[in-house]
Structures are given as C-alpha cells and as structure tokens.
Nanobody, 130 residues
C-alpha cells in the first residue's frame, strides 16, 4: 500500500521561506514521478511543480518560477519543495502526489493532468501573511 505524507507547512511572513517534505513508501521511489499541487480557498487545485522519474525533467507553474525549487532524494524516499520569496497568494493547502506504476511522461504533463497521479497525501497548510 502506497503511503504519502507531507510535512513542513506553517505560517510565514511575505518574503520568507519554507521547505515542504514528502515521504513516500510502498512504491519504487526511483521509478515514480512526483509532484506538488496546491488548493487555495475557493479555487481549484493546481499543479505547482513536478519532477519526472526517468529523465528528471521539472515543471513549474508560471506563478512560482524562479521562487520554488523541486528536488528528490532517493536515499530518503523524499520529495522536497523549497519555497522562497513567498507571497500571500501562495497561501494554500499543498499536496504531494505520486504514481504507483512508472509512466513515461515529462514533468509538465503530470502537473497539468493531476489524474496522472494516483497517490495523494493529506496536505499541509502554508499560510503567508502580508
């Protein structure tokens, strides 16, 4: 059974930084694309950043380019999202997602089609105050 667990959310002032972590078990980590999505109050969930498993391509939503960095540590089965220069509009619940069986899409495909992921965490709240 695949388990996905996010951590690292919290309250931060605008301009600050946070690092989200996502540990995944029950899958072959090195053969699983992974991604971060977020959902703000009253809005649909959107893909923030994704990383493929086979060629390590990355994707970032335009709203976070240059501020967020996605990375993965195979030794720890952990995905990270480093968030810098945070803005109030980054306030949302952030979800980690993985696939159970390896597919061969580039990162942008995963992030724009959340149905390409079939394992989701419970989410971690990020609140950015102005």
């Amino acid at each position: 059974q695949v388990q996905v667990l996010e951590s690292g959310g919290g309250l931060v002032q605008a301009g600050g930084s946070l690092r989200l972590s996502c540990t995944a078990s029950g899958l072959t980590f090195d053969q699983s694309a992974m991604g971060w999505f977020r959902q703000a109050p009253g809005k649909e969930r959107e893909g923030v950043s994704c990383i493929s498993w086979n060629d390590f391509t990355t994707y970032y939503a335009d709203s976070v380019k240059g501020r967020f960095t996605i990375s993965r540590d195979s030794a720890k089965n952990t995905l990270y999202l480093h968030m810098n220069s945070l803005k109030p509009e980054d306030t949302a619940i952030y979800y980690c997602a993985t696939e159970s069986s390896p597919q061969y899409y580039q990162a942008g495909y995963y992030c724009t089609r959340e149905t390409s992921f079939n394992n989701w965490g419970q989410g971690t709240q990020v609140t950015v105050s102005s």
